[in-house]
């Protein structure tokens, strides 16, 4: 199994950022796809995940009405849309995968990618 994360970057606060995560090796039809973060000095903590079966799509309550994740069968990629970036936003996001749907606990996501640096400057 093999996560790829693209898309990070520097961006202004109040800017858009979107990532995006190919995944590879794994039957993602019967996974959850999904993002967390970790800023530095914190805990990392989930940010979106969508079923990849049903398209189901759950947000963390920081993220919610500024992000979209979306899933592509095709290409076996998750993106996430992320808008009004704040400087709180910044940290390294990690796209992850999981067997339990609209799972947040981090022990329940067994596979990792390698994580993208997102910087929002004030």
């Known amino acids: 199994v093999q996560l790829q994360a693209s898309g990070g970057g520097l961006v202004q606060a109040g800017g858009s950022l979107r990532l995006s995560c190919s995944l590879s090796?794994?039957?993602?039809?019967?996974?959850?796809a999904g993002w967390f973060r970790q800023a530095p000095r914190r805990e990392r903590e989930f940010v979106a995940s969508?079923?990849?079966?049903?398209?189901?799509?759950d947000y963390a309550d920081s993220m919610k009405g500024r992000s979209r994740i979306s899933r592509d069968g095709a290409t076996n990629t998750v993106t996430l849309e992320m808008n009004s970036l704040k400087p709180e936003d910044t940290a390294i996001y990690f796209c992850?995968?999981?067997?339990?749907?609209?799972?947040?606990?981090?022990?329940?996501?067994?596979?990792w990618g390698q994580g993208t640096q997102v910087t929002v400057s004030s």
């Open positions: 090796g794994l039957t993602v039809i019967d996974n959850v």
């Open positions: 992850a995968t999981s067997d339990f749907p609209a799972s947040r606990t981090e022990s329940n996501w067994h596979s």
């Open positions: 969508i079923t990849w079966r049903n398209g189901r799509k």
